[in-house]
């Protein structure tokens, strides 16, 4: 089981989705508290490292049953992911790819001159997308 | 105002009025403009449309909702029959007609009145005929007085009788679809200078496909439009979200589309599409598309930035989720810019879409951006960027082969042979500018064959697949929605790690088999170090160190400086993938290639001359040395952290240096040094080799010992002369590499150092308890 979220710059959701369709919301709780930990880790690079910053950041926390992995772009805009613990076959270079992909198709979504950003993400190739990552992740 | 009552007829009436004005389906709130033309239609004076309007309520509410809309409908009837117009009226007035809207409906009705018949299109009926609204609940609509339309109408209507596939009569609902889109954008400027006939057009067109359920023109094709919601279509407001509601967009348009050319694309379009795929897009279609492409860009290579493509699909009224959906389809390389394929695959499915066609969640075949059999296939042909994928699995091996540069010369032979039907392998490709060749050729490995593993083509597709694999992955995944190929595209990404991988691999057997070939001393022992570029054969050196080869190292010829053991393998390569290959390497060919490879950083040249400088006094060349020693002296250090591997290195170097000594013997220019410098390096890379110092020493002397030798053959011979330049500058590089992996070395123990003292400060409070 697996749960992506897209979060703007301002913090709101532009897209939330998660494989088991219950408990959506404790995974938008997740996430919701995932956003500080993404801001500590970004204010820690300082302001001269901005360039240098990796996008990709890692595993946030580990809870009991999950692990939530969190990417930002430049213009901070983040990609949470949170994965089930026991899911071990899941590797650090897995979860890069996909949120390579995550943020290739979030650029797509971008060049849509028909989205405004700050909307919800409707795109069917993104959703597509992200269908298509969760089923290999569980 | 009191609760309106209305008779059926009236509430079918105003029900189809309703649903005629409500061009956003919001089925709760009709546009302003179209009640105004409608009321305007009705041939009321002014003053008592706002009457009406007041009266309805809707200036109050300032729009029309359902029920306000019947009340001003109610009103019109009301004030046509004469009556005054009071709030009571609407409901007191008995029999009251339905209200009539005259403004030149006459075509529309007399088309409405052939579509929701039942029997076919009844073209007669065309002129001036208003069929009674109860009985047929047809919508009175103010019909566009453009009797190009009209001629237009009949004249489709009449060749759609003429059956194609469509199971009901009834026109082909592409021109009038056309007309239909056309009118949003033309309906504008005609609005003005007509009594508000444009708007009706629209939704009238619209309706007439809808009663005559189903389009002929694409009806046999899949996919097949809901023809239910057709039928639906003139008695409920539209269900599809077809239209999105740009009032102002209706108004102002600054049409981009010509009458004129409309009807032509119009019926020749529907006559040759009626019986091919339904996403293709026939000349006609094509040239209309290509006019307006030219509207907005003059330039038919050029392309539409996103904003100006926005504003002119919106003119077609879509919603902006299905806009967005198409966008997402057509825009094929993902640049926010439409070129003019992308252009016209837009186009065409917005067509479509307002046909009643359900938009495909990939983009079909036909419409992907490639070089059709037009007359524009000269312009097209001139985008390689996104023409070729379908169709050129056939070309691609041959294109393949070639490198990526090489890929673009092959592009136009793609373009001009890739006939437009023939699309065997539709693998778009989401490209970037930068990306594009890459991934061409990824595509073009996937479409032609997964099995040219062995081509030499893999090492630079895996060059390529390894960073390719996460864009062209990442893009392949995204682009689902426009082509088939993906599968074979995502897992098209893992091959390029296996085929990397295979390329390492056989990277690395390459190198290890020329060692094979020459017969290897004792087998080297897997040291880490030795991958280091300037990987230096320790074994040789310590072999050498032990003392016997010393004299051997001393009878080696002069010339060439200390020689790295990998530059004398095949190449460094070679050296680094397995570190115990390198130092068979090293020694078996150290002597074939004495006198030509540069030298490395031959530290055991180094640290012999450490020791040297320590014990013996310096020779001419000991400006060489001399370089090299006070390297030495920092590498003793280093050296000295060397302890441990001694012993078998030494066997090693032992093994090794002996046949290296030997063929030093015979080659003239084997620099003595080598051996020793050998030696040396595998000393560095053996960093922890304590005793590898005192055998280091004796090796320096060794090496000093030979150097003298150097001179004076050099003296002698203007080759010798540049034998020996060529000795001091690899000596030279040897000596910095050396250099640098001390310095490095250096830090480390720095750093260990400082961790040790935190670490003894933060035990020492401790001490005291």
Known sequence: ?138 | MEGLTLSDAEQKYYSDLFSYCDIESTKKVVVNGRVLELFRAAQLPNDVVLQIMELCGATRLGYFGRSQFYIALKLVAVAQSGFPLRVESINTVKDLPLPRFVASKNEQESRLAASYSSDSESQGSYSGVIPPPPGRGQVKKGSISHDTVQSRASAEQQESASPIVSPQQSPPTSPHTWRKHNRHSSGGNSERPLAGPGPFWSPFGEAQPGSSAGDAVWSGHSPPPPQENWVSFADTPPTSTLLTMHPASVQDQTTVRTVASATTANEIRRQSSSYDDPWKITDEQRQYYINQFKTIQPDLNGFIPGSAAKEFFTKSKLPILELSHIWELSDFDKDGALTLDEFCAAFHLVVARKNGYDLPEKLPESLMPKLIDLEDAADVGDQPGEVGYPGSPAEAPPSKSPSMPSLNQTWPELNQSSEDTAIVHPVPIRMTPSKIHMQEMELKRTGSDHTNPTSPLLVKPSDLSEENKINSAVKFASGNTVADGYSSSDSFTSDPEQIGSNVTRQRSHSGTSPDNTAPPPPPPRPQPSHSRSSSLDMNRTFAVTTGQQQAGVVAHPPAVPPRPQPSQAPGPVVHRPVDADGLITHTSTSPQQIPEQPNFADFSQFEVFAASNVNEEQDDDAEKHAEVLPVEKASDPASSLRGAKTDSKTEEKTAASAPANVSKGTTPLAPPPKPVRRRLKSEDELRPDVDEHTQKTGVLAAVLAAQPSIPRSAGKDKKAIQASIRRNKETNTVLARLNSELQQQLKDVLEERISLEVQLEQLRPFSHL
């Open chain 1, 1 to 138: 089981m697996a749960q992506i979220a897209v979060i703007a710059k301002e913090n709101y959701p532009l897209y939330i989705r998660s494989t088991p369709m219950e408990n959506e919301l404790k995974f938008h709780y997740m996430v919701h508290t995932s956003l500080d930990v993404v801001d500590e880790k970004i204010s820690a690079m300082g302001k001269a490292l901005v360039d240098q910053r990796e996008l990709y950041l890692g595993l946030l926390y580990p809870t009991e049953d999950y692990k939530v992995y969190g990417y930002v772009t430049n213009s901070k805009v983040k990609f949470v992911m949170v994965v089930d613990s026991s899911n071990t076959a899941l590797r650090d270079n897995e979860i890069r790819s996909m949120f390579r992909k995550l943020h290739n198709s979030y650029t797509d979504v971008m060049c849509n001159p028909f989205y405004n950003p700050g909307d919800r993400i409707q795109s069917r190739a993104f959703d597509n997308m992200v269908t298509s990552m969760m089923i290999q992740v569980c």
